[in-house]
C-alpha cells in the first residue's frame, strides 16, 4: 500500500513556473514507476509525465516536452513535476499516481495509486 500525497499548486500566471511534488508514504518506494496526470474540466485525466524505478528513464507528452520536467528522489519518496513556461491550457488538476508495472505506462488503468491531486491555474 502506497499513501500518495501532492503539493506545490497554486495560481500562476502564463509563462510562469510551478514545482509540483508527490510525497510517497512506505518503505518501497523505489520500487514503483511513477507518473504524474492531469485532468481539465470536462475532459478525461490524461498522462503529462512518467519516471522510471531509478529515474534513469523520463518519458513526457508531447503537450509539454521541453517545459516540464518529472524527477524523483528515492531517498525521500518524493517525484516532482517542475512545470515551466506555462500556458492557460496547463489548468488542470494534476495527479501523482505509482505503478508496479515494469514500463512507464500511459494507461491511467495501469497505475495502482493515487494522490488527491493539486490543482494549477493558470492567469491570462
Known amino acids: 500500500q502506497v499513501l500518495l500525497v501532492e503539493s506545490g499548486g497554486g495560481l500562476v500566471q502564463a509563462g510562469g513556473s510551478l514545482r509540483l511534488s508527490c510525497a510517497a508514504s512506505?518503505?518501497?518506494?523505489?520500487?514503483?514507476?511513477m507518473g504524474w496526470f492531469r485532468q481539465a474540466p470536462g475532459l478525461k485525466r490524461v498522462s503529462v509525465a512518467r519516471?522510471?524505478?531509478?529515474?534513469?528513464?523520463?518519458y513526457y507528452a508531447d503537450s509539454v516536452k521541453g517545459r516540464f520536467t518529472i524527477s524523483r528522489d528515492n531517498a525521500k519518496n518524493t517525484v516532482y513535476l517542475q512545470m515551466n513556461s506555462l500556458k492557460p491550457e496547463d489548468t488542470a488538476a494534476y495527479y501523482c499516481?505509482?505503478?508496479?508495472?515494469?514500463?512507464?505506462?500511459?494507461?491511467?488503468?495501469?497505475?495502482?495509486?493515487w494522490g488527491q491531486g493539486t490543482q494549477v491555474t493558470l492567469s491570462s
Open positions: 499516481a505509482a505503478t508496479t508495472r515494469l514500463i512507464p505506462t500511459v494507461r491511467e488503468d495501469d497505475y495502482d495509486y
Open positions: 519516471i522510471s524505478r531509478s529515474g534513469g528513464n523520463t
Open positions: 512506505g518503505r518501497t518506494f523505489r520500487s514503483y514507476v
